[in-house]
Nanobody, 124 residues
Framework: QTRLRESGGDSVQPGGSLTLSCDAS?????MAWFRQYPGKEREGVAA????????YYADSVKGRFTISLDNSKSIMYLQLDTLKPEDTAMYYC????????????????????WGQGTQVTVSS
């Protein structure tokens, strides 16, 4: 049974950093982070293909966020640096049994497995 559980959300000041973690069980090819603003649909933040460690990022986070896996490929991380108030959102871990691609990794419809979310708040 596939299960995902996020942790690491917190309140930080602008310019600060956080590390989000996603504990995963089950066989997964593509793992991703999404975020959701109140009243908005979930948007892709970053994804990683576990088979080749290919990584994908939304333009809004390139150069500031880093996605990674631990050696066992059962824990996914999202390092958030240089945080901005507009990064405030609920962050979700998502996973699927398909190879991530630049054309689809960002679509929430591609992922059948989701965690419960962890809140990130960036405010002074």
């Amino acid at each position: 049974q596939t299960r995902l559980r996020e942790s690491g959300g917190d309140s930080v000041q602008p310019g600060g950093s956080l590390t989000l973690s996603c504990d995963a069980s089950g066989y997964l090819d593509c793992m991703a982070w999404f975020r959701q603003y109140p009243g908005k649909e979930r948007e892709g933040v970053a994804a990683i293909y576990t088979g080749g460690l290919l990584k994908y990022y939304a333009d809004s986070v390139k150069g500031r966020f880093t996605i990674s896996l631990d050696n066992s490929k059962s824990i996914m991380y999202l390092q958030l640096d240089t945080l901005k108030p507009e990064d405030t959102a609920m962050y979700y871990c998502a996973a699927a049994v398909f190879k991530c691609s630049s054309g689809s990794w960002w679509s929430r419809h591609e992922y059948p497995y989701w965690g419960q979310g962890t809140q990130v708040t960036v405010s002074s």
